[in-house]
C-alpha cells in the first residue's frame, strides 16, 4: 500500500499549484489556512460571476439541498424546468440541454451539430475551428480547440476539424465543402490570451454559414452570462447563432453547463444525448439564482461601468510602465506586458495577496468577480503598479 507523506501527494500532479490551500471565499475575498487574504482577480476561472460563495447561490444549493437532490434524468425536475425556460426567455434559443461542464456543452454541442449534418445535409460532419481556439479536454473538444500545445498530445485526435484564422473570413471560405455543417468559435479567445473576435467578424460568419446553410456554434462558456457586459457576448453583434454553449459562470461556482439551440438546430432523438447527473435539481437551482441577479439591466450596465474602469486603470498602467495593449470587453480583459514577465508579475502578486492569471507568458488576465467593486480594482491596480515598478527597476539595473 502506497501512503502519501505529503498531504498533496494522493492527487494527480495535473498542474502546477501553490503550496497553500484555500478554505474560504466571500465576494473578491479569498482566504488560505494560514489566515492569508488574497484579493481574487481569477475568481475561478472566470467562474464565480457573484464572487465566492455569494449567498443567493447559497440559499439556493441550501434550500434546493432539503427538497430534491436527483430524480434521475429520465424524469423532469422543476428547477431545471425554470431554468430552462429563463434561459430560453433572455436568448434567440428555443431548447436546452443541461451538462456539468463546458467540455461537455462543447461535445454535446458538436454531437448536435453532426446529428444535423447526418439528418439535414447528407453526411455533412466537419466543424470549422480556429488556431488559438480552445473548447476543452475531452478528446472531441481537444480536436477542435487550435492550441498548439494539444496538438502532439493523445493521438489519434478526433477527425472533422479544420482550422481557420482568426478574425479572416476569407480563410473560412477556403475550408468550406460539401461536408461541411458549421462554424464553432469563441467570440473572445479566452485562454490563447483574451483575442476578441471583432463584431464585423461574427456578423460575416453569420452571413457566410446562412449562404452556406451551415450552423454557427458559438462557445459561450467565458464570455456568456453577462461578462462582457450583455447577458450574452453575441448580442454585441447584433447577430443569432444556431447553437451556444454555457459553462463557468452559468452554476456562479458550481458545476452547471447548457447547450442551447434554435428549433430548426435541435434534433436530437431519444438515445442520443444524456448523462447522469445532467440538469440535476441542486445545481439548476444555484443557476436560477445567477441568472435573476446576472439578467438585471442594472447589473449588466455596472459590468459593463466596472470593465471601462478596470480598462481605463489597465491603460493607464500600460503608458506609465511602456507596456502593450489593453484587449477584451466589460470584465474579461488582458494586458500585453510586451515581455515574458507575466509569471513573475502573478508571483509577486501572490505574495502580495492579489490573484492573477497569465494565459502566455507576456499577457496578463483579468477576470473578477461580477460585482468586483472600484476601490476592489483600484487596491489590483496599486499592488500591479509596484510590481511593475519593481521589475522595471530590477530590469533597469540588470
Ligand atoms: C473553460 C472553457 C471551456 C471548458 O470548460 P470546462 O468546464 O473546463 O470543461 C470551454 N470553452 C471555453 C471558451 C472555456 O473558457
New binding site residues.
Given amino acids: 500500500m502506497n501512503i502519501a507523506t505529503h498531504p498533496f501527494d494522493a492527487l494527480m500532479e495535473i498542474t502546477a499549484r501553490p503550496a497553500v490551500v484555500f478554505v474560504r471565499g466571500e465576494g473578491s475575498l479569498l482566504w488560505d489556512d494560514s489566515g492569508k487574504r488574497y484579493l481574487d482577480f481569477v475568481q475561478g ?2 467562474v464565480n460571476c457573484l464572487g465566492h460563495s455569494p449567498p443567493a447561490v447559497a440559499e439556493a444549493l441550501a434550500a434546493q439541498s432539503k427538497l430534491l437532490l436527483t430524480p434521475s434524468p429520465a424524469f423532469y425536475n422543476a428547477p431545471s424546468l425554470k431554468l430552462a425556460k429563463a434561459l430560453v426567455e433572455q436568448s434567440c434559443f428555443d431548447q436546452v440541454f443541461f451538462a456539468n ?4 456543452a ?1 461535445e454535446g454541442a458538436i454531437k448536435l451539430a453532426r446529428k444535423y449534418g447526418a439528418l439535414r445535409k447528407g453526411g455533412a460532419h466537419e466543424i470549422i475551428t480556429f488556431e488559438g481556439g ?4 475531452t478528446l472531441a ?1 481537444m480536436s477542435a480547440s487550435g492550441k498548439k500545445a494539444f496538438e502532439p498530445l493523445f493521438e489519434p485526435k478526433v477527425s472533422g476539424f479544420p482550422k481557420a484564422q482568426w478574425n479572416d473570413i476569407a480563410s473560412v471560405k477556403r475550408l468550406i465543402s460539401d461536408k461541411t455543417i458549421g462554424v464553432m468559435l ?1 467570440p473572445i479567445q ?2 490563447a490570451g483574451v483575442w476578441p473576435a471583432t463584431d464585423q467578424f461574427l456578423g460575416e460568419l453569420r452571413a457566410l454559414t446562412k449562404a452556406h446553410r451551415l450552423l454557427l456554434i458559438v ?1 459561450e ?2 464570455t456568456g452570462m453577462g461578462r462582457t457586459g450583455k447577458l450574452f457576448h453575441y448580442e454585441h453583434a447584433g447577430i443569432e447563432p444556431d447553437i451556444m ?1 454555457l ?2 459562470g452559468i452554476g456562479g461556482g458550481v458545476p452547471l ?1 447548457a447547450l442551447l439551440a434554435t428549433e430548426a438546430a435541435s434534433c436530437f432523438e431519444h438515445g442520443d444525448q444524456g448523462g447522469t447527473f445532467n440538469g440535476n435539481p441542486l445545481m439548476c437551482a444555484a443557476g436560477l439564482a445567477v441568472l435573476e441577479h446576472v439578467a438585471e439591466p442594472d447589473f449588466l450596465k455596472s459590468v459593463t461601468d466596472a470593465g471601462l474602469y478596470l480598462e481605463s486603470e489597465l491603460q493607464r498602467i500600460s503608458a506609465r510602465h511602456g507596456l502593450g495593449e489593453v484587449r477584451g470587453r466589460g470584465l474579461l480583459l488582458a494586458l500585453d506586458l510586451k515581455i515574458p514577465i507575466a509569471a513573475s508579475v502573478v508571483a509577486l502578486a501572490f505574495e502580495d495577496g492579489v490573484l492573477l492569471n497569465a494565459p502566455r507568458p507576456d499577457t496578463l488576465r483579468f477576470m473578477p468577480a461580477l460585482n468586483v467593486s472600484r476601490a476592489e480594482i483600484a487596491l489590483m491596480i496599486e499592488c500591479l503598479d509596484a510590481i511593475l515598478a519593481k521589475i522595471g527597476a530590477a530590469r533597469r539595473v540588470a
Fill in positions: 476561472w472566470a461542464s463546458g467540455a461537455e462543447n480552445f473548447h476543452g479536454r473538444t469563441e479566452g485562454e462557445d462558456i467565458q454553449t459553462g463557468k453547463a
